[in-house]
């Protein structure tokens, strides 16, 4: 039987090659947008010159009605959800003091709110399924922290928490959680960092080089076809952060 999938925030980057990926490999792929409605069209077109269906829902998930509707659809369409992939993500490059309420509202609802509520919603079928797959999409930033980041800081380490603590919790269901600490990886997020940035960081990372999304489209590859690795951080960072 095949294999239902929520990707949050996959019309872009790495939920974009995340959402390729699996849909290529034959699982049925829902992939939730919010604005890109564009890129979510190209998206479906594109698999679909090759063959290959995939359902594209947009709901802002950053609010529970929105993440409801997103669980909902799933089930009412396949009858059980077995991974989601809690992807939507924003960020903001400033100091600490410029950082505004709404600033701090806008990303902790839309990275560890999202993930929070989308949990919440699909959970009950898992459970009931005795199945699940829970990927929660960190990263560098929620081990280390990184300075003019500190709400995305905050909100990627939060995730990190909610996936150690749901691992235990979900575990006696056979449901296992994990999250991905992405470091850097060439995705419109990164746009902010100039050609001499890039450079001076490929210098700090042991491979010398920037990640590509299908590095971490693979990694989630694997924890799908996994059985037993639940509750870690994976860092796919070439190096650059090892704790």
Request: hydrophobic fraction near 40%; proline fraction near 2%; glycine fraction near 8%.
């Amino acid at each position: 039987m095949e294999k239902i999938v929520i990707i949050t925030g996959a019309s872009r980057g790495i939920g974009r090659e995340i959402a390729k990926r699996l849909a290529k490999k034959g699982l049925k792929v829902i992939a939730n947008y919010n604005k890109s409605e564009e890129a979510a069209k190209e998206l479906k077109s594109e698999l679909k010159q090759e063959g290959i269906k995939i359902d594209i829902v947009k709901a802002d998930v950053s609010k529970r009605e929105e993440a409801k509707k997103l669980a909902k659809y799933a089930l009412d369409k396949y009858g059980k959800i077995d991974v989601l992939i809690n992807n939507a993500g924003i960020s903001e490059y400033k100091l600490f003091t410029d950082e505004t309420d709404e600033d701090w509202d806008k990303i902790i609802n839309t990275n560890l709110y999202s993930a929070f509520a989308m949990s919440q919603e699909v959970i009950p079928n898992m459970v009931h399924n005795k199945n699940g797959l829970i990927i929660n999409m960190s990263s560098a930033w929620g081990v280390v922290g990184g300075s003019l980041e500190v709400i995305y800081s905050v909100s990627k380490a939060g995730m990190d928490g909610l996936t150690k603590a749901l691992a235990k919790e979900l575990g006696p269901s056979s449901i296992r959680v994990n999250s991905i600490a992405p470091g850097m990886i060439y995705t419109k997020m990164n746009e902010k960092f100039t050609s001499e940035e890039i450079e001076e960081i490929k210098e700090e990372i042991p491979l010398g080089k920037i990640g590509e999304a299908q590095d971490i489209s693979k990694c989630v590859e694997w924890l799908i076809e996994d059985k037993y690795t639940t509750g870690q951080v994976i860092s796919i960072n070439g190096g650059w952060i090892i704790t």
